[in-house]
Each structure stands twice: as structure tokens, then as C-alpha cells.
């Protein structure tokens, strides 16, 4: 159920006092209000009465958008219309980024709310001393009842009104005040989630239903339990917890994090993930919302003072390790959580890394021995808690879950290990370790350690199977999955990059990010300006605006796997290079080396560059197009049979053909 500061039917807005009215505001508002906020409401009252003149229907002002952490300034139900006013008291002109303000607040209610799904949604942008006014009511490609953001003066309010009324109006479809107490189920980024996370919001507050809440809180009650039984007691402990695919297990490691920050206590934690773009982008974001948060407070602060803080609980695994391994003392930390902890290095992949990059000689532990190792540096207590995904692996050397439970039952034994049952599942490979551990050691299984409800929506769900069985080269399947939701799910297949971005440019809406990824071996995109060796920099692509030719709003710097596994685009376009192709007899792997591709035939890099393409189909929340190159008749190494095939089989499934 979403909240506001006022609410009343038009007709007694009307007749009540300005100072009433502004009286009512300033109660619910619990952080107290300024100066400027009591002059806001007092312009927006006058202008509201003028415009609202003989209607019926219902105002609510400072209207929450929770996923957002903002809230509208005034909503209003007219007939079957919902207003979503933006003021902007005292501007003269019409600025990009508020008109995507009040676009972005649509867009939230038309995803996550309910009864906004079926609704007639129509932003509005009053800057209040503009000259003129742009009232069109315009829709785009979506047919969902939502329309562009109207720009109009404080003085053409009545006119923009009555004019939508005139044109959409239906009073046999008329939305009353229970439009409010509808559903809201936000599926956040996990950029949007930290963020919320770190201002002490609650996961109720930011995930999509009740059974989400309900499965995190067990799962992190269960955790910190442990946490305070090892801090109680002086002991030391290890779980394990798994989750089907989107579950939150990034989220729950957050949540931990977030609720151990008070160093005083002696219990502080830190998130540890391998994945150097997710936690810079994650760090950047905290601090950037730091320093705004503390900007509205009136406090200075700046982004370097925040990033401080933000880095004492947020860092890259390999930097810990490194600094572990100068430093002999125990860590900082008495909690480390280890998220995708089955990507840390095995043995092998340790000892070469530590002597080709480190030069350290006689190196002899695997990543999971040597991380648990600093832990057990701690004379009273300590926990480790490993976030386990199973599958999806990109990169060579990586150990699996197992060499953890084999580093406990050889070194640690004292360790008392807490196991999801769910990691006897065949995707973890790990069966035969966790019962030679239980033969040996203390093992607590509990299912609170799984995260059985997944937070992605039924769209992105379906999208995973989808990508699954076309990957697999289901055809069958895949064209019957594809037909279950591309109505809510945009996809589409294209030979031109102009149509492609000009294809995801329409789609996105508001400050909805897209951009363009592919595969890391994709050497020959270069005619299409293309160059997976020029190096992004994450940050810049994923948080930056429109403005920034950095950003990935431009579609000129593009994005590997490596770049965006972990984190999340609105729209994408995924374009495909000849380094996997399709035939009938399965899927062929091909690096470029020199000045030709040469075929791949060790299986497990075969698996890892279907992989890498099963991230990079998996990234766009909304929508995205595949752009397969038509390739050049007259360029061996861009020859059109590399690509042709390719694209008739996307075509078979039935994905739709932009020219």
C-alpha cells in the first residue's frame, strides 16, 4: 500500500483553507519541514484550486514512490485518469531531467502498481513560469495507457486538464480513492537495493511481495543469529547459502552487511565479491546517494568522504586477499561475506597467479583455504558466510563450492559448518565433499540457508528459460516460451545497428539505461564501430546521464560479460559476432587470433563462451534486440556464413525481423 502526506475528494480541497491544507502536510511529514517545502505547497495549493475549478475525483500531494526513495508531489483521479503532477515552482523552462523526474514516477506506478497496469497514466511538468505551454497527449510503441510527459505553465494547468478529460475521459470507467491501497511490488535493481539497504531500509520496503520479505528474513535472521551465537559463545562458523536463480542472494549478503556496520559493537562485517564492476558500481552509487542524501540535509559532504565509508563494507575479494597477505594480523572484520563464493580460484589457479603476478614462491593453498585461513587469524570468534550460485561459469580456474568444504574438513575442523540442503544439488557438485565433512566435522543443515522464492519477475523468469532452451537449441521449446511472454517482453532480431539503436532508444522511457553489450571475443565488430578492446570504464556506463558520452545511453563504448555480469540494463542490444555460431550439428566456438578465427575445441572454453552469451541474453529487464552483422563477402574474416546461420535460427523461433 503506497502513502502520501494529504489526501482529500477535490470537492473539499476546494472549500478548505490554504493554511489548512499546508497544516495537514507539515503533520505527516515526519522529517520536519523547510522553508522552501511551505512555499512549494503553498504555490501548488493556489495553482491546484484554480485548476480543479467544478471536478470531481480525488488529490493526494506528496504521493510515496517507494522504489525510488521520492515521492510525486501531487496525484490526481479524475474520471479514469491518473495525473502525475511534477512542480517545479519559479522555472522557466522545460529541463530534460525533470521531465524524465515525472516520466521515471509513471513508469514506477505503470510497472510495480497494481492497479496502474490497466490505468490511464498522463505525467505532467508544470514549470510554473514558463512562457508557453506543450500540451499533446502522445503515446509510444508500448500500448500500456501511458503517455509522454505534458509540459505546460502554472496558467494552462485548467487547459491541460480539461483537455485530457475531453479527449480520454470515460465516467463509466471512474478510478476511486482504493487505487491507492493497491499492490505495489517493486523488483528493484540490486543498485536500487543497496542504495535503499544502506539508508536502514527494510527488505520489506524494497522487495516485490510478501513471500520475498518473508524467505530474506529468514535467511538473514538466521545469519545474524549465528553471528551473535559465534560472538556470544567464541565460536567460529561457516554457511553456505544457495537460492534459485534471482532469489537475492546478492541481497542477503547486503543485508548482512549493512545491519554489522557499527564498528563499536565489534561485530562489523564485510562484502567481498570477485566481481570488480559490480562492486564499483555499487560503491559509487552508495556514495553518490550519500552525498545527495546529505546535500538535502543541508550537510557537505564530499564523494570521497563517502566512498570511505561505503569501502569499509564493500570490496573486491582480491584486494582483501592481497592485503591479507601483507598483513599477518587478523582482519578488521569478524564477518566476511563471500558473495558467488564458487568462483573463488582453486589451488592450481592460486599458486601460478600468486607467482606470475605476486612473486611469492611456495604459494600452496586454494582462494577458499587461504580466505578462511585470514578469518581464523581471530583468536575469540568469527563467521564466513558463502553465497553460492551454481552454474553460469565464465572464467577458468574457478574452484566450485567444494574446495571450500574440502579446506574446513583438512585445515579447519574446529569450523562449524552450516550447510543449505539444497547444496547436495547437482549444480553445485559438491555432494560427495559435504559427507566427508559430516563424517569429520560439526555440520548443522537448515533450510532457512535457501532461497527458495525467486524476486525476479514471471517476465524475467521466463526470459531465463527462454534463453536456457535457445541456447540449448530447443527450438520446439523456446518458440513456444518466446510466445508466453513477448508481449510483456519485448524481442527483437535485426542485421542493422541503426536499426538496433534506434529500436532501443524508442523503447526506453524516462531514464530507463540501455545499451549496447557483446561477447568479450568479438573482435570483428570493428566496421560497426565496435571494439571490445577498448577498455569501459563501469561506473561511467552504468551510472552516468545521457550527457556523458561515457555512459551507455551513448551507444558508442559497449560492454562485455565481464562488465555486466551482476548487474542489469532496462533495454539491450546484444550483438552477435562469429565467434559462436550456429548449426545444425550444435553450436560452434571460434576465437580470433592474428587475422583469422580459429575453432575452439576444448569443451570447457566451448562452455564458457555460451555462457558469457547466456549473461549478456539475460541482462535487459524490459526488452532487448540481438543485432546479428550481415557480414562482408569481401572480408575473409567477416565472411557472411559466419553469421547467416545464425540469424535464420533466431528467425525459426519466431523473433521478429527489424530492417
Same mark, same amino acid.
Given at each position: 500500500?503506497?502513502?502520501?502526506?494529504?489526501?482529500?475528494?477535490?470537492?473539499?480541497?476546494? @472549500?478548505?483553507?490554504?493554511?489548512? +491544507?499546508?497544516?495537514?502536510?507539515?503533520?505527516?511529514?515526519?522529517?520536519?519541514?523547510?522553508?522552501?517545502?511551505?512555499?512549494?505547497?503553498?504555490?501548488?495549493?493556489?495553482?491546484?484550486?484554480?485548476?480543479?475549478?467544478?471536478?470531481?475525483?480525488?488529490?493526494?500531494?506528496?504521493?510515496?514512490?517507494?522504489?525510488?526513495?521520492?515521492?510525486?508531489?501531487?496525484?490526481?483521479?479524475?474520471?479514469?485518469?491518473?495525473?502525475?503532477?511534477?512542480?517545479?515552482?519559479?522555472?522557466?523552462?522545460?529541463?530534460?531531467?525533470?521531465?524524465?523526474?515525472?516520466?521515471?514516477?509513471?513508469?514506477?506506478?505503470?510497472?510495480?502498481?497494481?492497479?496502474?497496469?490497466?490505468?490511464?497514466?498522463?505525467?505532467?511538468?508544470?514549470?510554473?513560469?514558463?512562457?508557453?505551454?506543450? +500540451?499533446?497527449?502522445?503515446?509510444?510503441?508500448?500500448?500500456?495507457?501511458?503517455?509522454?510527459?505534458?509540459?505546460?505553465?502554472? /496558467?494552462?494547468?485548467?487547459?491541460?486538464?480539461?483537455?485530457?478529460?475531453?479527449?480520454?475521459?470515460?465516467?463509466?470507467?471512474?478510478?476511486?480513492?482504493?487505487?491507492?491501497?493497491?499492490?505495489?511490488? !517493486?523488483?528493484?535493481?540490486? +543498485?536500487?537495493?543497496?542504495?535503499?539497504?544502506?539508508?536502514?531500509?527494510? #527488505?520489506?520496503?524494497?522487495?516485490?511481495?510478501?513471500?520475498?520479505? /518473508?524467505?530474506?528474513?529468514?535467511?538473514?535472521?538466521?545469519?545474524?543469529?549465528?553471528?551473535?551465537?559465534?560472538?556470544?559463545?567464541?565460536?567460529?562458523?561457516?554457511?553456505?547459502?544457495?537460492?534459485?536463480?534471482?532469489?537475492?542472494?546478492?541481497?542477503?549478503?547486503?543485508?548482512?552487511?549493512?545491519?554489522?556496520?557499527?564498528?563499536?559493537?565489534?561485530?562489523?562485517?564485510?562484502?567481498?565479491?570477485?566481481?570488480? !564492476?559490480?562492486?564499483?558500481?555499487?560503491?559509487?552509487?552508495?556514495?553518490?546517494?550519500?552525498?545527495?542524501?546529505? /546535500?538535502?540535509?543541508?550537510?557537505?559532504?564530499?564523494?570521497?568522504?563517502?566512498?570511505?565509508?561505503?569501502?569499509?563494507?564493500?570490496?573486491?575479494?582480491?584486494?582483501? @586477499?592481497?592485503?591479507?597477505?601483507?598483513?599477518?594480523?587478523?582482519?578488521?572484520?569478524?564477518?566476511?561475506?563471500?558473495?558467488?563464493?564458487?568462483?573463488?580460484?582453486?589451488?592450481?589457479?592460486?599458486?601460478?597467479?600468486?607467482?606470475?603476478?605476486?612473486?611469492?614462491?611456495?604459494?600452496?593453498?586454494?582462494?577458499?583455504?587461504?580466505?578462511?585461513?585470514?578469518?581464523?587469524?581471530?583468536?575469540?570468534?568469527? #563467521?564466513? #558466510?558463502?553465497?553460492?550460485?551454481?552454474?553460469?561459469?565464465?572464467?577458468?580456474?574457478?574452484?566450485?563450492?567444494?574446495?571450500?568444504?574440502?579446506?574446513?574438513?583438512?585445515?579447519?575442523?574446529?569450523?562449524?559448518?552450516?550447510?543449505?540442503?539444497?547444496?547436495?544439488?547437482?549444480?553445485?557438485?559438491?555432494?560427495?565433499?559435504?559427507?566427508?565433512?559430516?563424517?569429520?566435522?560439526?555440520?548443522?543443515?537448515?533450510?532457512?540457508?535457501?532461497?527458495?522464492?525467486?524476486?525476479?519477475?514471471? @517476465?524475467?523468469?521466463?526470459?531465463?528459460?527462454?534463453?536456457?532452451?535457445?541456447?540449448?537449441?530447443?527450438?520446439?521449446?523456446?518458440?513456444?516460451?518466446?510466445?508466453?511472454?513477448?508481449?510483456?517482453?519485448?524481442?527483437?532480431?535485426?542485421?542493422?545497428?541503426?536499426?538496433?539503436?534506434?529500436?532501443?532508444?524508442?523503447?526506453?522511457?524516462?531514464?530507463?539505461?540501455?545499451?549496447?553489450?557483446?561477447?568479450?571475443?568479438?573482435?570483428?565488430?570493428? !566496421?560497426?564501430?565496435?571494439?571490445?578492446?577498448?577498455?569501459?570504464? !563501469?561506473?561511467?556506463?552504468?551510472?552516468?546521464?545521457?550527457?556523458?558520452? @561515457?555512459?551507455?545511453?551513448?551507444?558508442?563504448?559497449?560492454?562485455?560479460?565481464?562488465?555486466?555480469?551482476?548487474?542489469?540494463?532496462?533495454?539491450?542490444?546484444?550483438?552477435?559476432?562469429?565467434?559462436?555460431?550456429?548449426?545444425?550439428?550444435?553450436?560452434?566456438?571460434?576465437?580470433?587470433?592474428?587475422?583469422?578465427?580459429?575453432? +575452439?575445441?576444448?569443451?570447457?572454453?566451448?562452455?564458457?563462451?555460451?555462457?558469457?552469451?547466456?549473461?549478456?541474453?539475460?541482462?535487459?529487464?524490459?526488452?532487448?534486440?540481438?543485432? #546479428?552483422?550481415?557480414?562482408?563477402?569481401?572480408?575473409?574474416?567477416?565472411?557472411?556464413?559466419?553469421?547467416?546461420?545464425?540469424?535464420?535460427?533466431? /528467425?525459426?523461433?519466431?523473433?521478429?525481423?527489424?530492417?
Amino acid at each position: 500500500m503506497l502513502n502520501f502526506y494529504y489526501s482529500d475528494p477535490i470537492s473539499l480541497f476546494l @472549500r478548505k483553507s490554504n493554511e489548512s +491544507i499546508i497544516g495537514e502536510i507539515a503533520l505527516t511529514n515526519q522529517f520536519g519541514n523547510n522553508q522552501n517545502e511551505i512555499f512549494a505547497w503553498e504555490n501548488q495549493i493556489k495553482i491546484l484550486k484554480e485548476a480543479l475549478t467544478e471536478k470531481d475525483g480525488y488529490l493526494f500531494f506528496e504521493f510515496s514512490v517507494p522504489r525510488m526513495g521520492k515521492r510525486i508531489d501531487c496525484l490526481l483521479l479524475i474520471k479514469n485518469l491518473v495525473f502525475i503532477l511534477e512542480f517545479k515552482v519559479g522555472e522557466q523552462n522545460y529541463l530534460n531531467h525533470n521531465i524524465e523526474q515525472v516520466w521515471d514516477y509513471a513508469l514506477d506506478l505503470k510497472s510495480f502498481h497494481q492497479p496502474s497496469h490497466e490505468s490511464v497514466l498522463i505525467p505532467i511538468l508544470i514549470a510554473t513560469n514558463a512562457s508557453n505551454s506543450v +500540451i499533446e497527449f502522445e503515446t509510444t510503441s508500448h500500448n500500456d495507457f501511458l503517455f509522454k510527459p505534458v509540459r505546460t505553465n502554472s /496558467k494552462d494547468l485548467k487547459i491541460t486538464i480539461d483537455k485530457a478529460l475531453e479527449l480520454l475521459g470515460n465516467e463509466e470507467k471512474t478510478i476511486d480513492s482504493s487505487y491507492v491501497k493497491g499492490s505495489y511490488q !517493486p523488483i528493484p535493481t540490486i +543498485i536500487e537495493a543497496a542504495v535503499s539497504l544502506y539508508k536502514n531500509h527494510t #527488505v520489506e520496503e524494497i522487495t516485490k511481495s510478501d513471500s520475498d520479505a /518473508k524467505n530474506l528474513n529468514q535467511t538473514t535472521t538466521y545469519i545474524s543469529d549465528q553471528i551473535r551465537i559465534a560472538k556470544t559463545l567464541g565460536k567460529k562458523i561457516i554457511c553456505f547459502v544457495t537460492g534459485v536463480p534471482g532469489a537475492g542472494k546478492t541481497l542477503v549478503g547486503l543485508k548482512v552487511a549493512t545491519d554489522h556496520l557499527d564498528k563499536e559493537l565489534g561485530d562489523s562485517s564485510v562484502y567481498l565479491s570477485g566481481n570488480g !564492476p559490480l562492486v564499483a558500481v555499487l560503491q559509487e552509487a552508495l556514495a553518490r546517494d550519500k552525498v545527495e542524501q546529505e /546535500k538535502s540535509k543541508g550537510n557537505r559532504i564530499t564523494k570521497n568522504e563517502a566512498l570511505k565509508g561505503v569501502k569499509s563494507f564493500i570490496q573486491i575479494i582480491h584486494h582483501y @586477499r592481497d592485503e591479507y597477505l601483507r598483513d599477518q594480523s587478523a582482519p578488521y572484520d569478524h564477518v566476511a561475506i563471500f558473495d558467488e563464493a564458487q568462483r573463488a580460484w582453486t589451488k592450481e589457479q592460486t599458486v601460478n597467479f600468486m607467482a606470475r603476478k605476486k612473486g611469492i614462491i611456495g604459494f600452496d593453498s586454494s582462494e577458499p583455504e587461504f580466505l578462511i585461513s585470514c578469518l581464523n587469524r581471530h583468536k575469540d570468534w568469527a #563467521v564466513i #558466510v558463502c553465497l553460492v550460485g551454481g552454474g553460469q561459469e565464465i572464467n577458468t580456474g574457478e574452484a566450485g563450492i567444494s574446495e571450500w568444504i574440502k579446506a574446513v574438513k583438512t585445515k579447519f575442523k574446529d569450523w562449524e559448518t552450516h550447510i543449505s540442503p539444497h547444496l547436495f544439488d547437482s549444480e553445485y557438485d559438491a555432494m560427495d565433499s559435504i559427507l566427508e565433512l559430516k563424517n569429520e566435522c560439526k555440520v548443522v543443515f537448515n533450510p532457512d540457508l535457501h532461497l527458495g522464492v525467486s524476486m525476479r519477475s514471471i @517476465r524475467a523468469e521466463k526470459l531465463s528459460l527462454f534463453v536456457k532452451q535457445l541456447l540449448d537449441l530447443n527450438k520446439i521449446e523456446s518458440k513456444q516460451t518466446l510466445k508466453s511472454f513477448q508481449n510483456q517482453y519485448p524481442i527483437a532480431i535485426t542485421r542493422s545497428i541503426d536499426t538496433a539503436k534506434k529500436w532501443i532508444k524508442e523503447k526506453a522511457r524516462g531514464s530507463e539505461r540501455y545499451g549496447i553489450v557483446v561477447s568479450s571475443q568479438a573482435y570483428r565488430l570493428k !566496421p560497426l564501430a565496435i571494439d571490445v578492446k577498448s577498455p569501459i570504464n !563501469p561506473v561511467h556506463w552504468f551510472l552516468n546521464g545521457k550527457d556523458d558520452i @561515457r555512459s551507455s545511453y551513448f551507444l558508442e563504448d559497449v560492454a562485455t560479460e565481464f562488465q555486466v555480469q551482476g548487474l542489469e540494463l532496462d533495454w539491450a542490444c546484444v550483438t552477435w559476432d562469429g565467434d559462436l555460431r550456429y548449426s545444425n550439428s550444435g553450436w560452434k566456438s571460434f576465437s580470433f587470433k592474428g587475422n583469422k578465427w580459429q575453432k +575452439i575445441n576444448k569443451e570447457e572454453r566451448q562452455k564458457y563462451l555460451i555462457n558469457a552469451y547466456r549473461v549478456l541474453l539475460t541482462r535487459a529487464r524490459k526488452g532487448m534486440i540481438i543485432l #546479428v552483422p550481415e557480414g562482408n563477402p569481401d572480408d575473409h574474416t567477416r565472411n557472411p556464413e559466419f553469421y547467416d546461420n545464425t540469424f535464420e535460427y533466431f /528467425k525459426s523461433i519466431g523473433l521478429p525481423i527489424l530492417n
